[in-house]
């Protein structure tokens, strides 16, 4: 990953390069004319040709080479293709301004280049070319006046700009190696805070929502109902005679079975629903955003899943459940949960394998009393 950010912004700070490279032959340009029309003594059409004409071909045939070299080489060889352009551009640009006094300095550009790749290697590549343009200007150019003293404090100045350079990018490695160290700590904390806070929030066995978060939830979501009027249920879920699962199949087989009941209902439930295991081998699922009907549908379906399931371990034995459901109605959490507890009991007490609505709990209690 952060070889691949390093790639990316290694390919955006080339493109930034040539930028700079074309603007540095505009200024040139631009200069060249500036001395054309009010310093030089020499005619208009000598110096176009030598000062303007000439330098803007090279410079053109230079920066088409790294234009191709960035867009089809390597991206090794790109980095190392922009060093050369600058190299020749300030060869150039020294070449026809010899008389300039203190121009050569110009070459130091490719030191300068070289800083933003932050490698060492870059840097001594950048240094060679620097003293080859340097030696092959002093060697070959009659015209560069300037003693072996100078050259050699020319040279000692390259080498001192090139340790503060040098200086720069292992800063900059430190710095990189830093990020890296941190980022890497950051989404290690985060992925031990995002396991913790799924551990603190839902149930080891079933990996359902736990008996807390399912309360926490529920508050949350009537305080939406109450701001939007957004639809909002619950049912109560028990699974028959469970002790008698663990009584005479162990607890390893009840595990499975609350384990494949909590799969089946959680599969059941719409995207925008909540299952939570509530405790033991009750579940509570928490319907939002749709028609109590349509959520009597699917507890209907959870239901026949839940009861033509086969339960491994227990061999030919199905397995059944109670269902209480309720639709909220602007009463307080406890008034909702009571009733739907309410109509689980009534579900129980009443034959198991069924589901009671809250409305109707209420009318049979009235009826018997």
């Keep these: ?13 080339n493109r930034m390069l040539m930028n700079g490279f074309w603007c540095l032959l505009g200024l040139m340009i631009l200069f060249e004319f500036l001395y054309l029309a009010f310093i030089t003594p020499l005619a208009s059409g000598i110096f176009f040709k030598k000062y303007i004409l000439l330098p803007t071909l090279l410079h053109l045939s230079v920066l088409v080479g790294a234009e191709f070299a960035i867009r089809y080489l390597s991206e090794r060889l790109r980095d190392y293709s922009l060093l050369v352009a600058s190299a020749l551009m300030t060869f150039i640009i020294v070449e026809i301004n010899i008389e300039v006094n203190y121009i050569v300095i110009a070459l130091f550009l490719p030191v300068l280049v070289s800083i933003f790749y932050f490698s060492s290697k870059k840097l001594v590549f950048a240094d060679v070319l620097c003293l080859l343009s340097l030696f092959c200007l002093y ?33 900059g490695k430190e710095m990189r190696q830093y990020y890296i160290h941190t980022s890497r700590f950051n989404q290690e904390l985060m992925v031990k805070n995002t396991i913790m806070d799924k551990l603190a929030k839902t149930d080891a066995l079933t990996e359902l929502y736990n008996h807390i978060t399912f309360h926490e939830y529920l508050d949350k979501l009537i ?46 439930a719409g995207m925008n629903d909540f299952v939570a295991r509530y405790g033991g081998e009750e579940l509570a699922v ?69 589901i009671i609505i809250a409305e109707e709990a209420d009318v049979a209690q009235a009826s018997f009393s």
């Excluded at 006046?145 to 040098?166: E, Q």
């Excluded at 239901?303 to 199905?318: E, W």
């Excluded at 602007?330 to 394998?353: Q, V």
């Design 223 to 268: 305080d939406h109902h109450d701001a939007s009027g957004m639809p909002l249920q619950l049912a109560l879920i028990d699974i028959d005679n469970f002790k008698s699962v663990n009584d005479q199949f162990g607890h390893r087989a009840g595990d499975l079975v609350l384990k494949k009941v909590s799969e089946i209902v959680r599969a059941q």
């Design 286 to 354: 928490i319907f939002t955003d749709r028609a109590a009907e349509k959520s009597l549908h699917i507890l209907e379906a959870m239901q026949t899943k839940i009861s033509s399931a086969v339960y491994d371990k227990l061999g030919t034995r199905r397995i059944t459940v109670s269902i209480g459901f309720s639709a909220y109605a602007d009463e307080g959490k406890e008034n909702f949960f009571a009733r739907t507890d309410k109509a689980l009991y009534a579900a129980k007490s009443s034959g198991k394998n069924r």
């Design 1 to 13: 990953m952060d070889d691949q950010l390093l790639d990316f912004t290694r390919a955006r700070w």
């Design 139 to 171: 060697f070959f150019n009659d015209n560069l006046d300037i003693s072996l003293v100078g050259m050699l404090s020319i040279t000692a100045m390259m080498g001192a700009f090139s340790l503060v350079a040098w200086g720069v990018i292992t800063r």
